[in-house]
């Protein structure tokens, strides 16, 4: 809800969330935030990406950097991750997720 870089890739995560939403791809944003913190947040950003609360701290999942990205696929593995910003188009982001999702 404060993190500069997350806010500006917010734009191209809801794009593309909605891009790959009929291939069954779901986006979750998790926070170590405060609920009312989140609920406002996910009251400005739409129902395209889901935000949850994580009970435990980022650090204490070893998430040292913000915005971190993952890709699971169906079987909960990590296919994709990153640190810092994604940049690029909603159409690039989506070709490169649905390829590593196959």
Do not use: H
């Not at 997350?6 to 734009?11: A, I, N, P």
């Not at 790959?20 to 926070?31: D, E, K, T």
């Not at 915005?67 to 810092?84: C, D, F, K, M």
Request: a neutral charge; hydrophobic letters at 35%; one cysteine or more.
């Amino acid at each position: 809800t404060w993190c500069g870089p997350c806010m500006r890739e917010m734009r191209l995560l809801k794009s593309t969330a909605e891009k790959l939403a009929p291939q069954g791809v779901v986006f979750v944003c998790i926070s170590d935030e405060p609920i009312d913190r989140l609920c406002s947040f996910q009251q400005r950003i739409g129902s395209s990406i889901i935000v949850l609360q994580s009970d435990k701290k980022l650090s204490d999942l070893q998430i040292f950097s913000i915005p971190t990205s993952y890709l699971l696929n169906t079987n909960s593995e990590i296919v994709y991750r990153t640190n810092g910003e994604i940049e690029g188009t909603a159409s690039e982001l989506t070709q490169k997720l649905s390829g590593a999702l196959r």
